[in-house]
């Protein structure tokens, strides 16, 4: 596999908003089967959600998928319009589940930065648990979609959590964007769990184990560094240092064509240098090299511990990397606290392959 120099495109999710105690939902009722409804919005109207603007950007209702939804829209370069609320999931069971209906658009006839999140936190941490990417630019217009989201793995610990719906512009002041939210839904089933089954790797597009790091793009800021360090069973990926809003990187192309699905494996570890610090932080993001659009981000630590310890990670990109022939895999390490909150993060066996 070639190596390539690549433009570093970078996420900055703003974790610091101020919060609002939840009592505008059905909170905690009874739903279909065994399932413990802890969230249900239509957006009738916007009491119980927390709103943060800037720029141009304006929240207000307009039509949804179903009847009213939320509307995001307006304009201004390095804004992170979002609404928020806190939710209580106290003694939740089995797991748990988040659903929505969604749109995003783009105003202008040839802009493609539509984009659209969720951003799910520990609320009484205020660190982040999952980042869910529901569009990521490339494409114009998505129409409504629907999402369900697996929170189990993320939440687990976790008593009350903040949803953030959020529209991410990052692009220049007149690509104005739009995004649209419909039917929130956060519910916990036991009944509804499923032991996730075996997958048997098929054709093997990436099988790294850091024994070099020649065929990998280095993308580093501040007083950070990469290097061959500890891995799970011998050398992996080491990114440490310290700098406030860097996001130290590796990234690389990987081919993919004639998959008819994708899955991404990895063992990861992230800690936070200072004894008190619990600004651990770890991503994995996965990008359209022709485009240059986000189409899956994988949150591996938020931030809430010292250290995480070595920790393994499977993810089905099949939906989000449908009828591409090449991807380009980055792992990240974002530092956007303050200067001295030093953060390493440990990266190894990262393959990508297709299933039997």
Not at 348 to 355: G, L, T
Request: glycine share 12%.
């Amino acid at each position: 596999m070639g190596c390539y120099k690549t433009l570093f495109i970078f996420i900055v999710l703003s974790l610091c908003f101020g919060c609002l105690t939840d009592d505008g939902g059905k909170d905690g009722y009874n739903g279909e089967g065994d399932r413990v409804v802890y969230l249900s919005e239509s957006f009738d109207d916007l009491s119980g959600w927390n709103l943060h603007l800037g720029g141009e950007y304006v929240i207000d209702k307009d039509q949804g998928w179903n009847g009213s939804g939320v509307h995001i829209h307006g304009d201004g370069l390095y804004n992170f319009p979002n609404l928020d609320r806190i939710v209580d999931i106290s003694g939740w069971s089995g797991g748990i589940w988040l659903e929505l209906d969604f749109r995003a658009k783009s105003f202008g006839e040839t802009h493609e930065y539509t984009n659209a999140y969720v951003l799910v936190f520990d609320d009484s941490k205020s660190s982040l648990r999952y980042v869910g990417l529901l569009a990521g630019g490339g494409i114009k217009d998505t129409g409504w979609k629907h999402r369900k989201i697996d929170l189990t793995e993320y939440l687990d610990g976790v008593s009350s959590m903040k949803v953030r719906l959020q529209l991410q512009d990052h692009w220049e002041a007149d690509h104005s964007q739009e995004a649209w939210f419909d039917e929130v839904e956060l519910y916990s089933s036991v009944s509804e769990q499923k032991e996730p089954g075996e997958v048997t790797p098929g054709a093997m597009f990436l099988d790294e184990d850091f024994s070099d790091l020649s065929c990998w793009d280095i993308h580093m800021g501040g007083l950070y560094q990469a290097e061959l360090g500890e891995g799970v069973d011998d050398s992996g990926l080491h990114i440490f240092g310290d700098g406030p809003n860097n996001f130290p990187n590796v990234d690389r192309i990987v081919d993919i064509s004639g998959a008819d699905s994708v899955w991404l494996e990895l063992d990861f570890r992230a800690k936070s240098s200072s004894g008190t610090h619990e600004y651990t932080n770890a991503y994995v993001q996965i990008f359209d090299p022709d485009k240059k659009s986000l189409l899956h981000i994988e949150l591996l630590a938020g931030g809430g511990f010292l250290d995480t310890g070595w920790r393994h990670r499977r993810i089905d990109l099949s939906n989000a990397l449908s009828g591409l022939d090449s991807i380009k895999i980055r792992l990240l390490l974002e530092d956007n606290w303050e200067a001295d909150h030093s953060q390493e993060a440990w990266f190894d066996n990262v393959k990508i392959f297709s299933a039997q």
